[in-house]
């Protein structure tokens, strides 16, 4: 057993009393999409690995949190994950359900067998030692994972934001986030307030007329809304080519005249665009523009009402800021998401206290102590295939090394036991 594992058991005789294992290779939290990703190119490096998941299913977030008419924004060649592209059948965008199969059909393709309900309490650094120590909780059980590499895997996403707006504890009707949101069926006939106005806010408020309901939208700042597609083609697909001609400047103006085009003046609806580009305001802030699917033909038509900012709630009410009150029976949160990291990883340099790694993109994947992150780029499926790519050839390479010094040792060791006779 390495000398500085050694030390690391001796200093610490806490580990004696709990469960805890000595991982042969990284260990990987999160079995998402990103997850998933980094543990198939670690298995096509010859690397062993142990994932770990807090809820008992791979893609949780896609599982339980998200609604039924969901389908994927982009193109699907630009959502695959490495070294298995999807299914040819599957259409250009596939549906919620077909995603979640593709992910199954992933991890049964690279062996990816996660360790499930094993939800992460701390990860923190010995440096004397050079290990990661993992302490999870699983059944009200206490484990710890011992590793020399540690692969933060949970995303973007990982816990809902739910705003603290006044009055709403006194609002009296159902109040829910966006990830408990499944379809608008339950909501027919109900004035419902969808508190957002992102990809998510804009879908679900499409939903509610589908299932007849009368949701009104908060558009409390700017957004930028793009057509999905331009004369048939994806429009992130043009903006990826047209990025390798031109600078990022003028492709945003460019997205912008077709938007103009295809759209019209969304701002006489109450949609105002930022001052910043679409594709600058991504790579920036990392707010993603809005694919249009229909919404915008119903904020025009009137089914969808857009309303400012809210003031406060009362029973069954909502006051905006410009004085207004609608009554209402129900709310829906499309508020969004954040990274869970700062909660449990016991780290300054690496990560921001937003959760996100301090080095922009395409440097955030790699920091100190065999520490990596992977679904942090704000570029989606694409921006966490390229960091699972990365990490993996740079694992496999140490690992490579280390395995040929631990040989040539035993080769030596070998040797000497034999000129002993």
């Known amino acids: 057993m390495d000398q500085s594992l050694f030390h690391l058991l001796d200093q610490d005789q806490d580990l004696f009393q709990r469960k805890w294992t000595l991982v042969n290779g990284p260990v990987i939290v999160g079995a998402g999409p990103s997850g998933l990703a980094t543990a198939?190119?670690?298995?096509?490096?010859?690397?062993?690995?142990?994932?770990?998941?807090?809820?008992?299913?791979?893609?949780?977030?896609?599982q339980k949190r998200t609604?039924?008419?969901?389908?994927?924004?982009l193109p699907k060649q630009f959502c695959q994950l490495p070294k298995l592209p999807f299914p040819e059948d599957f259409p250009e965008y596939p549906t919620k359900k077909q995603f979640i199969e593709y992910l199954e059909s992933y991890a049964n393709h690279f062996d990816v067998n996660p360790k499930f309900n094993e939800c992460v309490q701390s990860a923190s650094y010995d440096e004397t030692s050079g290990f990661w120590r993992v302490k999870t909780v699983s059944n009200k059980v206490e484990f710890e994972y011992i590793c020399r590499w540690l692969v933060v895997a949970t995303g973007e996403n990982a816990e809902c934001v739910v705003p603290n707006i006044e009055g709403l504890a006194e609002f009296g009707g159902e109040v829910i986030h966006a990830c408990e949101y499944k379809s608008g069926e339950k909501f027919q006939g109900q004035k419902v307030l969808v508190v957002g106005c992102g990809n998510s806010g804009m879908e679900l408020s499409v939903d509610l007329c589908n299932h007849n309901a009368s949701p009104s939208m908060v558009v409390r700042s700017s957004v930028h809304v793009l057509p999905r597609e331009v004369f048939g083609k994806s429009t992130f697909e043009i903006a990826v080519s047209m990025m390798k001609w031109l600078p990022l400047w003028f492709v945003d103006k460019l997205m912008l005249i077709l938007a103009w085009l295809v759209l019209g003046d969304t701002e006489k609806y109450g949609l105002k665009r930022p001052s910043v580009g679409p594709l600058e305001l991504k790579n920036t802030q990392g707010k993603t523009p809005v694919l249009d699917i229909g919404a915008l033909e119903k904020i025009k038509s009137g089914d969808i009402n857009v309303v400012p900012g809210i003031k406060r709630f009362s029973y069954k009410q909502v006051e905006l800021i410009n004085g207004e009150k609608l009554d209402i029976d129900a709310v829906v949160l499309a508020t969004g998401y954040r990274s869970n990291v700062p909660s449990w990883l016991q780290e300054g340099d690496f990560f921001c206290k937003n959760g996100f790694p301090k080095a922009p993109f395409p440097h955030g994947w790699k920091g100190n102590g065999g520490l990596y992150a992977v679904g942090f780029t704000r570029r989606g499926l694409s921006g966490a295939a390229s960091d699972a790519i990365r990490i993996a050839q740079d694992i496999g390479k140490l690992w490579n090394d280390e395995t040929k010094q631990h040989k040539k040792i035993a080769i030596a060791c070998q040797r000497r036991c034999i000129s002993q006779f």
Do not use: M, N, T
């Open 67 to 73: 609604y039924d008419r969901l389908k994927l924004h």
């Open 40 to 62: 198939a190119c670690l298995r096509e490096q010859g690397v062993p690995f142990v994932v770990l998941e807090r809820a008992e299913c791979i893609a949780s977030l896609w």
